[in-house]
């Protein structure tokens, strides 16, 4: 189940962010219960928390970029990634997949949440946040998700009215978001 | 899942863990004898002991030659605290047992240095079951205090402290644990006995360096070390306890047997020590406390210490041979023996497990195998052995992972990692510097700022893994970089397994970062640093923020600088989480300020500009609004309102409507406190925040300066000629053109000292709410400027809101515009011209003109509602509106209304219409010029005569110019009609009388025509209604008077200013003369100027048109006058322009004055026309006649004579003008008038003429006279008339008669 | 002649132009319209005017290609739109309410609109206002006076696009030569 959708644009800077605040969510999760505390007493809603997970997710992403873009080191090496491996080292497939494919895979992954990343070649990066439930979702459904939302992007840039860039405030791109949220 | 599997496998609740990770650990410290070093005593101020602690440190690596004399390199790796349980962990990693323990202080009394001796003591306590030695570093002991001294530094060995440590380490097992008082107490002899010997032996190694001997002398003391450990381990059974003993035992004797001659040496040597012994007990100098057998290092200061390093080297040395001697001895223990090891080869949670285990089972004694190797591993590398180390782990790791021993097997494999990265990346080892700054005290932290480590590529290529493994003599089975990836993986995740092994994991996890950075595996890295970011463990909040600084710290290694950011904030919240006991805000705030570069922002305004557009605005106003919170909690509001600015100023643009409101109104609330100026701020730890302007709120649209009103336009008398005369040949407009292109910052007028300069602006409120500016002001350079701040209120979101800046040069030079300043949301910016984005220049030059008067016009007429637009700089106005020929004066007033007063005026009327100007407008020059200078405040002032011009010849409709129809419709216009008796009235009705019979006759005499056409005109007058052409007649004229004044400083330097006053004259008609004529007058002299007068008022109008002669009109009337005037002289008029002169002469000699009750006036002739008979009539005619009858001359009454009677009639004509006359004609006619306007000619039968009755005259030359006679009879009785008359041959028109014509009677 | 350029014509239909790259630069023209002129009815006019040009030109090319016989009523002039809308943007409107003097073009969604969102800007731009243009040029080629406007459009949430056609006047004068 995606409890959040980020585009990300060239620059880094995010032009679309959207998550489903729920505040259990993350309640879990050790970034969560410590950067929880903002001041005055004040608790941080789950979408600053969001954005802040994103925004770490970013480096990640950046390094798979990076790799993709030259495959140098012992990084192609399958013999590295022994398949069978905890979280920590869950996200390998993907850093491999990364050199082919604009789908980067999980970026970071916890019992509660995966990051999950995709990286247009045009440097447009999409995270989707992904809420571990009882089902466990198929790669291929987020794949699925991705291109959904690849194309959805695809359409939002062929509106004459929007600014490429700028940051996206459009029904449709909305809706697809939605339904990708809504786990279809 | 290493949740999941933790649980099993870890037992119950964790009673030994150690307290937290070490950080600062790589993998390289496996490698390094760990040697804690203590500043004890007051003594010894903190930054001596840091001195120490450096020289220390230095000696981090040792080269000791073995017993095969290679060379062995020993690292070492020294700090400052040790917490136990991280020792007692020591078993199962060896390298975390502190094996030595320097203590530094420093006494000057017996009972301080006894008291240092005491916490020395202490010290040990806590690492007793580790140490193998120890040394006492005191400053302060002279050492020629005392000789005892001199003695230690020369030839006391080093092996003396393995012995009392043992026999101390009985000592605080008494103390410590009274239930194995029996055991120390047996085990005490032997051990000192050894270690004496021992001590004897090994003295030489230390002094003369020789390195083949010790072997069997450390070996022996080694020996007395290993008796203990099983003591130490074994409390809780005294039956193990035995065996140990009994094992020792063998041991000893084994060694005994080895070598004999080794006893005699520690003979020896045991000798000299015991005289060591009793110096030291002489009274004189410092006596240690008896139990204090630790080696003390006596420095006098740290100056004098040049003996430190190499007694550190000797202490480093021992610890490497005990080292060594415990590898050796584990080396060579017997297959058979070694599961009694067990018990000393557990990790301290494993303790109790093992308790009553049976160590004989097959399991067990591989288990105890496998974990020796490791444990040999373990040694061998610490004592520099990597090859072996590594061949041991690999065993290790085999047996281990036979037995399912997943915590010593993780330990193997990191070690095995250890000992390849040792081989492979000896760059790893880290500076100890940045060791020091790694550890988290405090400030020191924030002069951490975080290194610009960059992307993960930006290594060194030097550093490549490849590389290094390239020249590095590769040890056999040495593992490959990606091996070792594998293995640390494989590691970790066996430490997941145990709860209790959580630090061991992280800080394995953290290693295995280190390495894969070096190996540029940012991700496996990453995925590391992510596990143990997973770890669970249970730490003070201080220690978790430390943990996540850390972490932070890592990651920021790994080029991850958003995540180092993310735990960088995350360890700040921990500083001032509600669990924290005393929340430290001042360090959360240099933590956050650290993670600023994270999250690409930087508190410099200037630069903000490049980063705002990548980054991510919300974390980034999230942490800016932390900043603003812990700044204000740790109590720098100025900083707190600094932060806040800029989160207002830098952030705007992605802030929605409520944010900026909100952000706005807590700016406000905070700069209560302390309000926002535009300096620098630095804060305790030294980094200087730079100051930051609000320039969006409100922001600059527009900024333009005003130049002077076009009145107070400040001019300069600079000759336009010099300008062409210079070589460029540009036109003034090329010239501004490509001004504006290089720099417009030069303004294209000039302003005034001491007057008030303007600068219009429009401002934009970007905030949702009122914007009070209580303060906006220019900012200037150059001259010296006096600016007025004024307050200005902008409505929510108004983004049209003009204002202006006022300011008053106090200085004539250039005056350079920087930009300007608000006071706004209690903080004060300056915001510069060239940082504003739609400024196309940095600043704008004005020209300031020294101080000018300025000048107040006024005048005594009233303002006309509308005044010409031709000359722009006019101040005032005056309408006036008088009658033609009427006069008013006005007054102008000039006030001086400047500071300085003006000595230059010039004055000129300006009009469009012009000559006609000149006669309306008079006024005296020298009248105003004799008040200058009018001072300031004063004023002047002086008359204008306006004069209603206008002509009054002609008929009202078309006034402009005399009407020809005028002029040939006169009644009498041919001369020889005009006749009749003298007297005017009479001789009008002569006139008239005679011209009513002609009128009737057809005869076409083009006169009588005439006459009647005239006679009609005149009767026609009052028909004609006037009313219709009044209104066209009124007419306007527009004039300016134009002021040129100038004074003070600016006269000097040529400056002036000009204003004008705008005149707008109405002139209505008064009368007009519609028609006029010229008859005789009554005498020669004079001729009547017959005037037909029209009143174009509405009011009776009395004209006086002599002296004493008056008539009244009627309101649009009109009357008939005869005004007499002298003839004029034809004197001097050359010919053709006899009628110009009449003109004039009739119209300065002419004058009407008319009177209407309240005002009056003169009608001036001008524009009168005359036809030539006109003109003869007004001109003297050029002959005089003479007549004589009977010799007496005529008179102008009858003369009688009879009937027959002879008449004789002499006639003179004198001719007087310059010229003479030429071939004229005299003749005469006799008539008889009926008096009914018939006259009759033809009386040849009543009279004859003796003589001729005409004569030609060749000539009359000026001044002569013709004379011409005759004689006459008359027949008949009767009234007769004689009429002589000369005229030229040449032209019949000009008749010159004799006039009155004789009347003759005849009886 | 006219027979020759027609096969000239048919021969380069052949080559189709692909329709995204058509639609977006449709948009774009629309877009920058947008921009350069400050009211949105300025643009609407713009495109209209457009859209006539067009229609003078095109008119030719369908009659040519097409050689269909003059129109007997509206319906049949409706008819013949439709069809070029057929075979010029491979949009098939349906044909609503005919009446004597009126009738509707309905599209499901907008021409030119598949991804085109209206900003609240220009939430009255009618976006496809070039086609009511294009309708009047072509018609008044054929002198037929006729009057169209968009009055429903998706961009707007209504559920088709359509164009109302009005017919005002027949043009007598002026037959171009060539016509019977």
């Known amino acids: 189940m995606a409890v959040c959708v980020c585009v990300i644009g060239k620059d880094n800077g995010p032009i679309y962010m959207r998550s489903r605040s729920r505040a259990d969510e993350l309640s879990q999760t050790v970034e969560h219960n410590l950067s929880q505390m903002a001041f005055r007493g004040v608790t941080a809603n789950t979408e600053l928390q969001y954005n802040f997970i994103v925004s770490s997710a970013l480096d990640i992403i950046e390094e798979r970029a990076l790799v993709g873009s030259s495959a140098s080191g012992y990084k192609g090496n399958p013999s590295l990634h022994p398949s069978a491996s905890g979280g920590a080292v869950g996200s390998i497939d993907g850093q491999q997949l990364a050199t082919r494919e604009l789908y980067l895979g999980a970026l970071t992954a916890r019992e509660e949440y995966k990051v999950y990343g995709y990286m247009t070649n045009t440097k447009i990066k999409f995270v989707i946040v992904i809420e571990e439930t009882s089902i466990p979702l198929r790669e291929n459904d987020i794949r699925t998700m991705f291109r959904k939302l690849h194309s959805a992007f695809c359409d939002l840039m062929s509106n004459p009215f929007y600014l490429p860039g700028s940051s996206i405030n459009s029904k449709r791109f909305d809706a697809v978001v939605t339904s990708i949220m809504s786990g279809q | ?1307 | ?180």
């Open chain 2, 1 to 1307: 899942m290493r949740s999941a599997v933790s649980v099993i496998l870890s037992g119950t609740a964790p009673e030994q863990n150690m307290s937290y990770p070490d950080y600062s650990q790589t993998p390289l410290d496996h490698q390094s004898l760990l040697v804690v070093v203590r500043h004890i005593g007051r003594q010894l101020r903190t930054k001596q002991f840091n001195r120490a602690f450096e020289r220390i440190s230095r000696i981090n690596q040792l080269k000791v030659f073995d017993s095969q004399n290679q060379a062995r390199h020993i690292w070492i790796r020294y700090l400052r605290g040790y917490p136990q349980e991280n020792n007692d962990w020591g078993d199962f990693q060896t390298h975390r047992k502190a094996l030595g323990l320097i203590t530094v202080g420093q006494c000057n009394s017996q009972d301080e240095f006894n008291e240092l001796c005491r916490i020395h003591e202490s010290l040990k306590v806590g690492y007793a079951f580790t140490l193998y030695d120890s040394r006492c570093i005191l400053f302060g002991l002279n050492q020629d205090g005392t000789l005892y001294e001199e003695s230690h530094s020369s030839d006391i060995s080093p092996c003396v402290d393995p012995a009392d440590d043992g026999f101390h380490k009985k000592n605080e097992s008494n103390s410590g644990s009274p239930r194995d008082s029996a055991v120390s107490s047996t085990a005490m002899p032997d051990s000192l006995q050894s270690c004496s010997n021992s001590g004897g032996s090994s003295a030489p190694s230390s002094i003369g360096g020789i390195i083949n001997i010790p072997k069997k002398s450390t070996s022996s003391d080694s020996l007395q070390n290993y008796l203990e450990t099983p003591n130490e381990d074994t409390f809780d059974s005294v039956s193990e306890d035995s065996s140990s003993r009994s094992e020792s035992v063998s041991a000893t004797i084994q060694y005994a047997r080895m070598e004999q001659e080794a006893g005699l040496a520690g003979g020896q040597v045991n000798a000299d020590r015991q005289s060591v012994d009793k110096q030291s007990t002489e009274p004189k100098s410092l006596v240690a406390p008896t139990n204090f057998k630790a080696r003390t290092l006596f420095y006098p200061t740290m100056e004098h210490s040049q003996t430190l390093e190499t007694d550190i080297e000797e202490f480093i040395a021992s610890l490497f041979w005990i080292l060594e001697s415990k590898r050796m001895d584990k080396l060579g223990l017997r297959k058979a023996d070694r599961h009694l090891l067990l018990n000393s080869l557990c990790a301290p949670f494993e303790k109790k497990d093992f308790v009553g285990l049976d160590l004989e089972s097959k399991n067990n004694k591989r288990r105890a195998d496998g974990r020796l190797k490791k444990q040999l591993g373990d040694l061998s590398l610490q004592a520099g052995l990597l090859s072996e180390a590594i061949s041991h782990y690999h065993s290790a790791a085999d047996i281990l992972k036979s037995v399912n021993d997943w915590l010593w097997l993780a330990g193997a494999l990191e070690g095995m990692c250890s000992a390849s990265v040792a081989c492979l990346y000896p760059q790893l080892r880290r500076s100890p510097t940045l060791q020091r700054n790694s550890s988290l005290q405090g400030s020191e932290l924030t002069k951490y700022k975080v290194a610009a480590i960059g992307t993960t590529n930006s290594l060194p290529p030097g550093l490549d893994p490849e590389q290094i493994g390239g020249y590095k003599p590769m040890i056999k089975n040495c593992l490959t970089p990606a091996e070792i990836l594998e293995k640390y993986r494989e590691a970790v995740t066996h430490y997941g397994k145990y709860r209790q092994a959580g630090i061991i994991e992280t800080e394995a996890s953290i290693k295995a970062a280190l390495v894969l950075i070096e190996q540029r595996q940012t991700l496996h890295a990453a995925d590391f640093l992510q596990n143990a970011v997973f770890i669970s463990l249970q730490l003070t909040e201080d220690e978790k923020m430390q943990r996540f600084n850390a972490l932070s710290e890592l990651y920021t290694k790994v080029g991850f600088h958003r995540k180092a950011a993310f735990f960088k904030r995350v360890a700040a919240m921990r500083c001032v989480s509600p669990h924290n006991p005393h929340p430290n805000w001042a360090l959360c705030h240099s933590l956050l300020l650290q993670l600023l570069e994270g999250y690409k922002l930087s508190l410099n305004p200037n630069e903000i500009s490049t980063y705002n557009f990548y980054g991510w605005p919300r974390l980034q106003m999230q942490v800016m609004q932390e900043l603003v919170g812990t700044a204000k909690r740790k109590g720098n509001n100025a900083l707190a309102t600094r932060h806040m600015t800029f989160l207002v100023h830098a952030m705007l643009p992605h802030m929605s409507r409520d944010e900026r409101r909100e952000f706005a109104q807590q700016l406000e609330a905070l700069s209560k406190d302390a309000e926002g100026l535009p300096v620098p701020l630095a804060i305790d730890n030294g980094l200087i925040v730079p100051p930051v302007h609000l320039q969006h709120t409100p922001s600059v649209k527009v900024f333009k300066l005003v130049p002077p009103t076009p009145h107070l336009k400040p001019e300069k008398v600079e000759d336009k000629k010099l300008e062409e005369a210079s070589p460029f040949v540009y036109t003034p407009f090329s010239a501004h053109r490509d001004r504006g292109a290089k720099d417009v910052t030069k303004a294209e007028f000039s302003w005034v000292e001491g007057e008030l300069c303007e600068v219009n602006v429009i401002l934009e409120n970007p905030l949702p709410i009122e914007l009070k500016v209580s303060s906006m002001c220019l900012i200037t350079e150059g001259v010296k400027f006096h600016v007025n701040s004024n307050v200005i209120s902008i409505p929510a979101e108004s983004n049209m809101f003009p204002a202006t800046l006022t300011g008053k040069p106090l200085e004539p030079g250039t005056l350079r515009i920087l930009g300007y300043s608000t006071y706004t949301l209690g903080v004060k910016s300056n915001i510069r011209l060239k940082n504003m984005k739609n400024m196309l220049f940095p600043h704008i030059d004005v020209e300031i003109v020294p101080a000018l008067p300025s000048l107040d016009v006024s005048t005594s007429k009233p303002k006309s509602e509308f005044f010409s637009s031709f000359s722009d700089s006019v101040v005032t106005s005056a309408s006036i509106s008088l009658l033609m020929g009427e006069t008013q004066e006005c007054t102008v007033t000039l006030t001086n209304t400047g500071k300085v007063p003006i000595e230059h005026l010039e004055m000129k009327m300006d009009s469009r219409l012009d000559k006609q100007i000149l006669d309306i407008f008079k006024w005296s020059e020298d009248n105003i010029m004799s008040q200058l200078p009018i001072q300031p405040g004063a004023s002047a002032s002086f008359t204008v005569y306006i004069y209603g011009v206008g002509d009054f010849i002609g008929q009202p409709d078309n006034s402009n110019t005399v009407d020809n129809s005028s002029v040939s419709s006169l009644p009498v216009s041919n001369a020889p009609s005009v006749d009749g008796p003298s007297s005017l009235p009479s001789r009008l009705g002569a006139i008239s009388d005679r011209l009513r019979p002609k009128r009737t006759e057809s005869s076409a005499s083009n006169r009588s025509s005439v006459k009647s056409g005239g006679g009609s005109s005149v009767l026609s007058f009052p028909v004609r209604s006037p009313k219709v052409s009044m209104a066209s007649n009124v007419k306007n004229y527009e004039a300016v008077l134009n002021l040129k004044y100038s004074g003070g400083p600016g006269f000097k330097t040529g400056h002036f200013r000009r204003c004008g006053v705008a005149f707008n004259v109405e002139v209505s008609p008064t009368l007009y003369i519609t028609k006029w004529d010229t008859l005789p007058g009554e005498s020669p002299a004079q001729f009547y100027l017959v005037l037909d007068l029209w009143n174009a008022t509405d009011h009776e109008m009395e004209v006086q048109y002599a002296k004493n002669k008056q008539i009244l009109v009627e309101k649009a009337e009109s009357c008939r006058i005869p005004v007499p005037v002298d003839r004029c002289p034809m004197t001097n008029v050359e010919k053709g322009k006899e009628e110009q002169a009449c003109c004039e002469h009739i119209v300065t000699n002419v004058d009407l004055k008319w009177v209407l009750p309240e005002c009056s006036g003169k009608a001036t002739m001008q524009g009168i026309r005359l036809t030539p008979p006109m003109v003869q009539l007004v001109t003297v005619s050029p002959i005089h006649w003479e007549i004589t009858i009977n010799g007496e001359s005529v008179k102008p009454e009858e003369i009688r004579f009879d009937a027959g009677e002879m008449i004789s009639v002499n006639v003179w004509l004198r001719n007087h003008l310059k010229e003479a006359l030429e071939d004229l004609s005299l003749s005469l006619d006799c008539f008889q008038d009926y008096q009914n306007g018939r006259c009759n000619y033809k009386l040849d039968s009543r009279f004859a003429v003796i003589g001729n009755d005409s004569v030609l005259i060749p000539e009359i030359c000026p001044g002569s006279s013709f004379q011409h006679a005759l004689s006459m009879i008359f027949f008949v009785p009767g009234l007769y008339k004689v009429d002589f008359k000369c005229n030229r041959k040449s032209s019949e028109d000009c008749v010159w008669k004799f006039n009155p014509p004789l009347d003759i009677q005849i009886n």
């Open chain 3, 1 to 180: 002649m006219s027979r020759q350029s027609t096969s000239s014509r048919i021969t380069a239909d052949s080559k189709k132009v692909n329709s995204e790259l058509f639609v977006l630069t449709y948009g774009t023209l629309v877009q920058q319209l947008v921009k350069d002129y400050e009211s949105v009815e300025d643009v609407n006019k713009q495109l209209e005017r457009i859209g006539y040009n067009i229609g003078l030109r095109v008119i030719e090319d369908f009659l040519a290609r097409t050689n269909y016989p003059r129109c007997t009523d509206l319906r049949d002039t409706a008819e013949k739109i439709q069809a070029a809308f057929k075979m010029y943007l491979n949009a098939t409107p349906s044909l609503s309410n005919v009446t004597a003097d009126e009738f509707s073009l309905v599209f499901e969604s907008t021409p030119f609109g598949e991804f085109t969102e209206l900003p609240d800007a220009c939430a009255n731009l009618k976006y496809c206002n070039v086609l009511p243009g294009v309708i009047r040029g072509a018609c008044e080629m054929v002198q037929m006076d006729v009057q169209a406007y968009v009055i429903a459009d998706t961009l707007k949430g209504d559920n088709a696009t359509e164009i109302r056609v009005r017919f005002i006047k027949k043009l007598h004068d002026a037959l171009p030569a060539g016509e019977d």
